[in-house]
């Protein structure tokens, strides 16, 4: 929230950096950094792993050979969880170097009778379901009896789900020490971030305590929801979980709902009517009241995660106490609920599988998804078009793996909140259930999957190597996207990592940036472009951007200037821009082995016609491309403007120049930049990430952040018509200087995959 962003400065990761550079902390919240860090330190640092000699290839087998499931199962046992650790800057995994042709095979399912491998078969199957009539059996919600009957057998057998269950349990011991979430109101923004860290500990609480049957972790589930209610917690009244800010409302019910559910058997009749009381009042009827009276605006065709998380909090809570309310009011909700999710939250993912709004925002959004569809499964026996109603639904597991690199994620836009609860763990739902195992097998080697939901959408009879056939580079078209990414490996974390935009200025909920052409680059373990991401949400007009003086468009991280891209007469990008794109690549995909060399003339490029994003532009054309078998990277501007070009790039490093060349060095890495063909006057320079002196002043009574450890580099040149080419050359171990090339200088119009050999 904005506290948060407040709290920090500089380029975005997503991935907490080191201390000793200023990057925005987002993916971890900030509260519990300290926490994981002291908990998992140990298992962060070298996950158990064990190296396998085995060089035979893994059974293969029809669908339900058990055959198959066994040698998959004792593969997956003799190798441990795959990634050495976890980078320590990043937190992204870091996989061993080494060909295991038994292991790293084709994703598969390897469907199984054996209680070892594989969940058991789901007995409730109604006949003709309906969202108000629910199972039986109590959990309802998102993890079934059987299958917490089921979970220690297969704990026992797959490394994976222990690792996991073993980090649940050590988090859920540190936040059993700390007080109950303070109550802190940040703003118009709420109390979510209260909301989502409840939410946090009370699943990893109510885990634990089904798994041990430890009272102590009843009771202290129970004393953070008596905090969530008491006189001490916000207002006394019913808008105490501050359905102003209706994500709020719906994450705090999403909470109350899983700890009445979960622990359903254990809590007194007291305990009930208190957490199934506080749903009705501060959750289900704060909702009801939204849709009958039009203020729930996340409702009205809204495709992005509030639609999402709303909706899904208020179908969590509702199906929580269906049956144990008279009311009729859970009935209500589900009448809402379910067919408005189904018209807008599936629909936030777009034809080419991207998000409406940004990749940070992916996460709240297909979490809320998630928690939705699977509740509606577990507790009703059917999605109702959940799953369907977007048939490219799938394709969002493709754009979350493709917009993270070896330096985090493509974090164009604003970041969003701390994400406490909320995780990339959606990708082992859809992958289980759209029969996509390459999405269970990215996801279940990433840092933020060890909590609760991991352990019961995870399908235990997956196996290969994510990475196996998968092509290095994809372009997402939808043009209100228009995106790609380029990479030379998927198991390196020092692979070249090139990621671009285009795509629509509008659309995009006010999350967007004006950033046409804007890109970041990752070489040699570490960020050398990036993104300052969200600004101060308390900023006065901060989501006020849907004409062209909006006040959203007045801050630094906001407006054109502060993006990776090219600025004409120091103005703002149109938000009337409508690009065109074209994008090719040779096709590369990674085999089964970790240890990856692509040939000497594999390549990618994406081409952008920026013109309409520019006000004073004849024409403008923006390419990138990797070159000499994707080592080096050539970024061209071929531009005819009639106001000042101002070529402009956001890094953590430090950055000397000289003329037409650049160095810059973060740590014991350096990145060397050089102008080629340089037009007249063409020189590196530098300076601050801040708004110029005479842009246009701030909204009265607001200040811009500062992005203290930013430097921009730049290139100014008069107006006038230019091939603007601007080449990368990471300098890697073992490259001398003439292993490096010079491309040609090709037009970006007559660009191809063979232009640059």
């Not at 969002?396 to 994620?409: A, E, K, Q």
């Not at 024409?619 to 070529?647: C, E, H, P």
Request: charged share 15%.
């Amino acid at each position: 929230m904005a506290d948060y962003a407040n709290e920090t400065s500089g380029l975005t990761t997503s991935r907490p950096k080191s201390s000793n550079k200023k990057w925005l902390y987002i993916g971890i919240p900030v509260a519990a950094v300290v926490i994981l860090a002291a908990v998992l330190g140990g298992v962060l640092g070298s996950r158990a792993h064990k190296n396998s000699s085995s060089s035979s290839a893994a059974s293969s087998a029809s669908t339900g050979d058990e055959s198959a499931a066994s040698s998959a199962a004792s593969i997956k046992e003799q190798v441990g969880v795959f990634p050495t650790g976890t980078d320590s800057q990043y937190l992204l995994p870091l996989y061993p170097s080494t060909t295991n042709t038994a292991a790293y095979t084709t994703p598969t399912f390897n469907p199984s009778g054996n209680a070892k491998f594989a969940w058991p078969q789901d007995s409730f199957k109604p006949s003709n379901p309906s969202p108000t009539s629910v199972r039986s059996d109590r959990p309802r919600l998102l993890a079934p009896a059987y299958k917490w009957e089921a979970l220690p057998n297969l704990i026992a057998n797959d490394p994976y789900l222990k690792y996991w269950n073993d980090t649940i349990v050590g988090n859920a011991t540190a936040y059993f020490s700390l007080k109950p979430v303070a109550y802190h109101l940040d703003g118009g923004s709420g109390i979510l971030d209260n909301a989502r860290e409840i939410k946090m500990r009370i699943k990893a609480f109510a885990y634990v305590y089904r798994m041990t049957n430890d009272s102590k972790w009843l009771d202290r589930t129970y004393d953070e929801l008596q905090n969530a209610v008491s006189d001490s917690f916000g207002p006394n009244n019913d808008t105490k979980w501050n359905p102003g800010h209706f994500l709020d409302t719906a994450e705090f019910t999403a909470a109350f709902a899983i700890a009445y559910d979960w622990l359903y058997p254990w809590w007194s009749d007291d305990q009930k009517t208190m957490i199934r009381t506080s749903i009705i009042t501060y959750g289900l009827q704060q909702g009801l009241k939204q849709y009958t009276d039009g203020s729930g605006w996340w409702a009205n065709n809204i495709k992005g995660n509030w639609n999402c998380v709303s909706n899904s909090g208020l179908t969590m809570g509702a199906l929580a106490i269906l049956g144990d309310d008279d009311s009729g009011i859970a009935e209500q909700i589900l009448a809402k609920t379910v067919p408005n999710a189904v018209q807008n939250c599936v629909l936030a993912v777009s034809s080419d599988g991207t998000w409406a709004e940004t990749a940070n925002y992916w996460y709240f959004g297909i979490t809320g998804a998630a928690e939705m569809t699977a509740s509606l499964m577990t507790a009703t026996g059917s999605d109702y078009g959940m799953l369907t109603t977007n048939k490219d639904m799938f394709k969002t597991g493709f754009y979350h793996m493709y917009v993270t690199g070896p330096g985090s994620l493509f974090a164009y836009g604003d970041h969003g909140p701390n994400k406490f609860s909320t995780t990339a763990n959606a990708m082992l739902f859809y992958g289980d259930q759209l029969e996509h195992p390459e999405f269970v097998l990215f996801q279940r080697d990433q840092h933020d999957v060890p909590e609760p939901n991991s352990m019961f959408w995870y399908n235990p009879t997956v196996s290969g190597a994510f990475w196996d056939s998968l092509p290095l580079d994809h372009v997402f078209d939808n043009n209100t996207d228009q995106w790609a990414a380029m990479r030379s490996s998927w198991t390196d974390e020092e692979a070249l990592y090139v990621a671009v935009k285009a795509g629509m200025l509008t659309g995009h909920q006010n999350h967007n940036d004006l950033d046409c052409g804007d890109f970041v680059i990752d070489a040699l373990g570490t960020r050398w472009a990036g993104e300052l991401g969200s600004g101060d949400y308390l900023s006065g007009g901060y989501f006020d951007g849907d004409n062209q003086d909006s006040p959203r468009w007045l801050y630094y991280r906001k407006r054109t200037e502060g993006q990776n891209t090219i600025l004409v007469n120091k103005a703002n990008q149109l938000i009337t821009a409508a690009p065109s794109i074209k994008f090719d690549s040779t096709g590369d995909a990674q085999g089964s082995s970790t240890v990856y060399e692509v040939s000497g003339d594999s390549t990618a490029f994406f081409t952008a016609d920026l013109s309409s994003a520019y006000s004073n532009v004849n024409s403008f054309k923006r390419g990138i491309r990797l070159i000499n078998g994707r080592k080096q990277v050539l970024l061209q501007d071929d531009i005819d403007a009639s106001g000042t070009v101002m070529w402009r790039m956001h890094t953590n490093a430090t950055v000397s120049t000289s003329g037409t060349s650049a160095t810059l060095q973060i740590d014991d890495k350096t990145l060397q930049m050089s102008i080629l063909n340089a037009p007249d006057g063409a020189s590196f320079s530098t300076g601050e990430a801040k708004r110029f002196d005479d842009d246009p002043a701030l909204p009265q009574g607001n200040t811009d952040q500062s992005n203290d450890g930013v430097t921009v580099v730049m290139i100014s040149l008069p107006a006038g018509q230019y091939s603007l080419q601007v080449l990368f050359n990471p300098q890697w171990n073992g490259m001398s200087s003439s292993d490096f090339k010079t491309p040609g200088a090709v037009s970006i119009d007559n660009w191809s995959l063979t232009s640059h050999n």
